[in-house]
């Protein structure tokens, strides 16, 4: 059990019903034996016994309200703890492309030589102005849901049909990227969340280590779990890798493994591949 988690503890019977007993002895130590006593004694015995009954439910009933209230308080806390994380995990995304796509932009302008230049480093600087904009008012408004009390707004979760969309952005940044999503049938919310993490953070890697080159992607079922494959053509020609903040990789392998899944990430053959394999249950 978290232990911030509210717990239920209620101590009122352990006080009634020993209060009850302590009656009982004493309707059994005096008897009711004397003038008047058969009615007198019982009906006091009666009337404290119904007192004693009604504080011990009462009691209970107003101590059950406030530990839901409690608990209700704490499951809202949570919850907003878990969105503010998962913001923080799409805050790392952003920045890492839209620092890639800057950084991507600016080198290849910077290489290109002749007649088209000129024409080519006012492209660049359009584009490295668009993404530097679109990057800061993002991060802006992330950073004000971040600081805002209270439970940060939800928003809905990617699904694999913003698969595209994710390679359009690497592409932006000047990737030429494939896409291959094979027939899966019906996948979980949280694995198409994951392969959407994946797949960005994949791009996002080859982006800055790797430069403009190639990358292709392909996901398909194999069995009762969803996998995820991203390989890149090696690193472009005078390309110099850019280090990020060294926890993208790391934060998506504790994120699929949470989920039951493997993910491995690594040079193989001059290229950098990045595969996940994510359970996931077809539905029937």
């Known amino acids: 059990m978290d232990p911030g988690r509210p717990s239920w503890r209620s101590r009122v019977w352990a006080v009634a019903l020993p209060l009850l007993g302590v009656f009982a002895l004493f309707l059994v130590a005096t008897g009711i034996d004397g003038p008047g006593a058969g009615r ?14 009604g504080w011990a439910f009462a009691r209970t009933r107003a101590q059950r309200h406030r530990y839901e ?3 209700a308080a704490w499951a809202a806390e949570r919850a907003a703890q878990t969105e503010r994380l998962r913001i923080a995990a799409d805050l790392h995304d952003l920045v890492s492309h839209g620092l890639g796509l800057i950084t991507v932009r600016a080198a290849a302008a910077r290489s290109v030589r002749g007649p088209e230049g000129d024409a080519e480093r006012t492209s660049a600087l359009a584009d490295i102005e668009r993404a530097s904009r679109e990057t800061t008012i993002e991060l802006r408004r992330m950073l004000g849901v971040l600081r805002a009390p209270g439970a940060a707004p939800l928003r809905p979760a990617e699904t694999l049909t913003d698969l595209p969309t994710i390679v359009d ?8 990227t494939s896409l291959r999503l ?5 996948v979980s919310p949280g694995t198409q ?3 959407c993490a994946v797949v960005r953070e994949a791009l996002n890697n ?4 790797a430069g403009p080159g190639r990358s292709r992607i392909s996901v398909h079922r194999d069995a009762e779990s969803i996998v995820v494959d991203v390989e890149d053509s090696g690193p472009s020609a005078g390309w110099r890798p850019q280090p990020g903040s060294g ?6 392998r504790e994120r699929v493994t949470a989920l039951g899944g493997t993910l491995h990430a690594g040079p193989e053959q001059g290229h950098f591949r990045v595969t996940a394999r994510i359970p996931d249950r077809e539905s029937p």
Request: hydrophobic share 55%; no cysteine.
């Open 169 to 176: 952005a690497a592409n932006a940044a000047g990737l030429t």
């Open 69 to 71: 209230e409690e608990l």
């Open 247 to 252: 926890h993208g990789l790391a934060g998506l």
């Open 206 to 209: 080859t982006v800055r280590h």
């Open 182 to 186: 094979h027939e899966v049938g019906d």
């Open 40 to 53: 007198v004694v019982p009906a006091v015995a009666l009337a404290l016994t119904v007192s004693v009954l």
């Open 193 to 195: 969340l994951t392969v």
